[in-house]
């Protein structure tokens, strides 16, 4: 078990994640770009030092860099000379995975990295907005590669089902980055082309007075700081560049299809998202029975169990030594979450719903 | 003023006008395709009739058809050999104004027609559902075109903007729907590529457990029930497919300037909405300070007033006899809706915000 956790970066997304460890009697270390925030984090009980260099000289078992993803550069080239890599394991937060790995084989940190990404957060920002219970049932995307070390991939997994309480799941990069850009990163240049094309009209007044429900929804992606989508996206480009090449193929198709009467095909367009919308359905009946108590029974091997309440699906899944992401990945893209690990190659996972 | 008006269709919409109208001393007389709504709708004081022919031979002075619009041009042409068009001038309440005037001229109806369309309704359906306080500070389209009789459109419009309060634009059947594609038709079909997008992935279930917000609100118009929107989108068809095959060229370009690692391309992609950002953050603003009073000042001619409160403008038009209906289209072209008429060719308009 983690007994130590080492935090770069005191913001809303570090700054809850230091206060749930500390609250859970891991030991807290760690260090921000200013010293604002140092006197309440204190008063939760975490350590915090003076220097990212007096932070590695602390040699907390795992190590996650929550700075903002324009220094992670920086911060890792400090880190290098620094890190004692035989005790800690480095981690992060960031959203996108294949660039931070990049910039941590840059930083010849490659052995001792395991990527996270946790799904978490507000609209707000810094410390004084950080609050534990936004890791309350979060879902994490653990980011590994071929050469990524089990050992330290099971320290860093195992502090998230274990005393952060969560749920994960465990990506390659390009899979992690393609989802992201599935999910976030390409509608927003979606939504964002959307309000080009009112602004661009004669007619924009016209529009924007019988806009409703539909258009605002659509468009508030949108209003959130361009500079920064903009950031999102570049970091992302390559998985962006072929959804909008996709979906632009879509919306050409289903014009065409529109033009030439088609209704067949019509009809095919419309019914291509069911299996998405039956997925919603089902997620908010079990966000309603959710209360209801969840089954702990258990079966071995992969056979399904259906509690009571037929909402969740708990199975034990044995991970093979070699080719353990791929086992991992398979699972992810069954819709399940891993839950605990019971033993280092036996995990169970929950499948609320799925697509 | 309009004294008595006749009302098809008690749905949510029509209801709501029906109840608005009778609580302020309008004479309300409406027929439903079915009994049910009768015994609640004549305590709110609305007279109900056995057939859509006795509702004609009532002499309403507008006729509003609330019908849902497949059913259009049955209602049309069992009102054209009853319709006293001396009296009755036939209005509607439907989402797309160029359909239903083809239909309207196929019943052979033109002369006394006046299209109108308010924005107004909540995802409830029926009369139970229906409030009079839907048209509360709501907004109509009234649609006209070269051959509208200004009497006619006086009635419909003044009995909007007097006894229901309402404000209007005043537009031309392709600049109304080609606005409704833009805001509403073209964004399901956008909301549905998305959720087809994601369906047709392998790692659709890993999209789907790290979407949020942005995800969320970009793809909740496409839950809606998938044959209402075709129905929608295809009543409005030449618009939305122009729409469409501009988006898709939008979002081809931007993935050819992310190709190209363009940054000045990119730069101006997200600078092109900041218009709408703008009016949005306005708009934001008017609504936070509309408690604190509007002015109730006017000018004439054209000048325009800033109420202390730099909210609203409020101006007075002239409307020229001839090519009226051009002169209140580049009203609204302009930010101005209608919210009074002060002599059958003069009318004070407000602006609130502008894109």
Redesign the interface.
Known sequence: MVKSVGIVGLGLIGGSLARRLAERDVEVVAWNHHEKPYAAARRDGIDCVGSLEALAAAKPEVLFLCNPLKVMPEMLQRLAPVLDRETTTLSDVGSVKGMVRRQVEEAGLADCFVGAHP?A?TEFSGFAASDPAIYDDA?W?ISVDETTDYERFLKVATLITGVVGNRI?V?DDK??D???A???HA??????????????????????????G??R???????TD??R??AM??ED?DN??V??????????S??DD??AHDDAA??R?????????D??LREREFGKSQDSGKSEELKESNESVKPKNNDIERIVITVPKSGWQRAFLDS????E?VIRFIQPWQVEVETRS??
């Open positions: 799904m957060g879902l995307a799941i990506l899979t992690h393609r989802a992201a599935m999910i976030s509608p927003h240049v979606v939504s964002t082309a959307l309000i080009n094309e009112l602004s661009a009209s004669p007619d924009r007044n016209i529009a924007a007075a019988l806009a409703a539909s258009w929804d659509m468009t508030r992606v949108a209003l361009p500079d989508t903009r996206i570049e480009a962006v560049e959804l909008l090449r996709d979906l632009a193929g879509r919306l050409t289903f014009a529109l033009h019509l009809t367009f419309f019914a291509a998202g069911q299996p998405f919308r997925y919603k992810a893209r069954r819709g979450h799925k697509v």
